[in-house]
């Protein structure tokens, strides 16, 4: 069956860095274009970032454009959010989703990063 | 990017329908057809419900349905079950510039 499944979330210090993960299984990873949505405490959804098939195409949300990165290995199955300069305001819990019809079609269980000193 | 507006509460009671709106802009909502709801209940991951405004994914129940006018779209739940009870967020295209997407503030939807 179609899983997702995120890792590298933690705890990090203010202007640290942290680089999560999402391994596919289940599908043609490369045949799908993926995301990033990501969730404050008690808050609602906020769309991080997507990636095309091949990696050739990305777009970040304004608020994290210049301190993350998105990108994937489809030969590893895997998709990677590279974030630096974090701060508190990044503190959320992180989903990784394919992307089908400019829609969130398959999500993961999520990894938490919590922004404190 | 500025997030689409939902209303933060909606309720009623088993057997009833409920409607949940989700307002934008011609630049999101008004200008494509590719808003999509999400269900979440507490510590769950979101599920897909409606995509393309009207369209249902495999395996969801035909009481939820989606529509559409101007820059405002909707979501229906009829027959109201006690599992309905969630959160709910629409989402929407937001380009044309770049490859955007913008989510509503969430609606929490309780079943009396």
């Known amino acids: 069956q179609v899983q997702l499944v995120e890792s590298g979330g933690g705890v990090v210090q203010p202007g640290g860095s942290l680089r999560l993960s999402c391994a596919a299984s289940?599908?043609?990873?490369?045949?799908?274009?993926m995301h990033w949505v990501r969730q404050a405490p008690g808050k609602g959804l906020e769309w991080v970032a997507f990636?095309?098939?091949?990696?050739?195409?990305?777009n970040h949300v304004d608020s994290v454009k210049g301190r993350s990165t998105i990108s994937r290995d489809n030969s590893k199955n895997t998709l990677y959010l590279q974030m630096n300069s974090l701060t508190s305001e990044d503190t959320a819990v992180y989903y990784c989703?394919?992307?089908?019809?400019?829609?969130?079609?398959?999500w993961g269980q999520g990894t938490m990063v919590t922004v404190s000193s | 990017q500025s997030a689409l507006t939902q209303p933060p509460s909606a309720s009623g009671s088993p057997g009833q329908s409920v409607t949940i709106s989700c307002t934008g802009t011609?630049?999101?909502?008004?200008?494509?057809?590719?808003v999509s709801w999400y269900q979440q209940h507490p510590g769950k991951a979101p599920k897909l419900m409606i995509y393309e405004v009207t369209k249902r994914p495999s395996g969801v129940t035909d009481r939820f349905s989606g529509s559409k006018s101007g820059n405002t779209a909707s979501l229906t739940v009829s027959g109201l079950q006690a599992e309905d009870e969630a959160d709910y967020y629409c989402?929407?295209?937001?380009?044309?510039?770049?490859?955007?997407?913008?989510f509503g503030g969430g609606t929490k939807l309780t079943v009396l």
């Open positions: 011609s630049n999101d909502v008004g200008g494509y057809n590719y």
């Open positions: 989402s929407s295209y937001a380009g044309p510039n770049d490859l955007n997407w913008v």
């Open positions: 990636i095309q098939y091949y990696g050739d195409i990305k």
């Open positions: 289940g599908f043609t990873f490369s045949n799908y274009g």
């Open positions: 989703t394919t992307g089908m019809a400019y829609a969130f079609e398959t």
